[in-house]
């Protein structure tokens, strides 16, 4: 007679090896995916959606394809090592939010330190990257980022002042600088115009998000906006900068882009205004309103402008 070790089965397939290799390899694949959340993998790709089309623009068509995937790859790894050191520095904070608690340092899944060197590896990787790659402008432009990001905006402006989300901004819209920078080697009126857009964009964006989760960044102590103000001040923000927004996709529009892009930025910034009129509607009213519309339109609205953007570059 032989003897036949039942093995465990997942979606009913039988899974390879022993039960002791699974457990393993189960336990390889959560820390893997541990280290990868520690990156905040959605923020890295909304960050990617302006950085293409603008080389893109900068390139006037289509730049050459390794300097994309450099880029691609630099940014990708340089905001993963912000987020990381993010984490890091505010495993105080994300342990007492609702929203941040199940990250993998309040969990535990990944020591502190370990999250402190993974983050520092990665900046390294990607400054080194951009440095061989790309020129010294966007190297530089990619570093700064990473150390405002963590030293300036989560250190001190996120934990001190309302104003964070505002003057955090800055390294929010550093990748439409870094990718026309890295085709150019120098930064034109439209980087700076799709710079503006980006960093207007943040303001209704982030502070939709804030809302939700007032009471969260009441509890861990940050300053944000929705905590320190009434939800009409918030809302009467939430439309100021999303004219602001629109106004600043219409004004880039004469610098290098076409009827598709002109278009685009028109019927999308009218919903979005639409968008945060409803929302300051309902304030007034002393309703309970509705951010995540905002904040999910948002997205739609950054992402559809940018890829307008990529389509009249190819046209």
């Not at 039988?14 to 039960?19: F, H, I, S, V, Y």
């Not at 393993?24 to 893997?32: F, G, L, W, Y």
């Not at 639409?274 to 519309?293: C, D, F, N, Y």
């Amino acid at each position: 007679m032989s003897m036949i070790t039942e093995r465990p089965v997942t979606g009913g397939v039988p899974a390879a090896g022993t039960p002791g290799e699974v457990a393993r390899r189960s336990d390889v694949a959560a820390r893997v995916r541990a280290y990868v959340a520690l990156t905040k993998p959605r923020i890295v790709e909304l960050l990617l959606i302006s950085t293409v089309p603008t080389m893109m623009l900068a390139a006037d068509g289509l730049p050459p394809l390794g300097l994309v995937a450099v880029v691609l790859v630099g940014g990708s790894l340089a905001a993963g090592a912000a987020n990381a050191l993010n984490c890091y520095i505010d495993r105080d904070i994300d342990q007492v939010m609702k929203r941040t608690k199940r990250r993998p340092l309040p969990t535990h899944t990944v020591a502190p330190r370990n999250a402190l060197v993974f983050g520092l590896v990665l900046a390294a990787v990607s400054v080194i990257l951009m440095a061989v790659f790309t020129n010294w402008l966007a190297t530089g432009l990619t570093l700064g980022a990473i150390v405002y990001y963590d030293l300036v905006y989560t250190m001190w402006l996120k934990r001190t002042t309302w104003q964070n989300t505002f003057w955090g901004g800055i390294c929010g819209s550093a990748p439409v600088l870094i990718g026309w920078a890295a085709v150019t080697g120098s930064l034109a009126p439209a980087a700076w115009g799709l710079f503006a857009v980006v960093f207007f964009w943040q303001l209704p964006h982030f502070y939709a998000l804030a809302i939700k989760f007032r009471d969260d960044y009441a509890r861990a102590g940050i300053p944000m906006l929705p905590v320190v103000a009434s939800i009409r001040r918030v809302s009467a923000e939430i439309v100021v900068y999303t004219w602001l927004t629109v106004l600043a996709s219409v004004l880039v529009w004469p610098l290098g882009m076409g009827p598709v892009y002109g278009i685009t930025a028109l019927v999308t910034g009218g919903v979005f205004v639409a968008e945060a009129h409803r929302l300051r509607q309902r304030a007034g009213r002393g309703e309970r309103v509705k951010p995540m519309r905002l904040f999910h339109w948002s997205i739609t609205y950054l992402t559809l402008v940018f890829v307008a953007v990529a389509v009249d570059a190819l046209l």
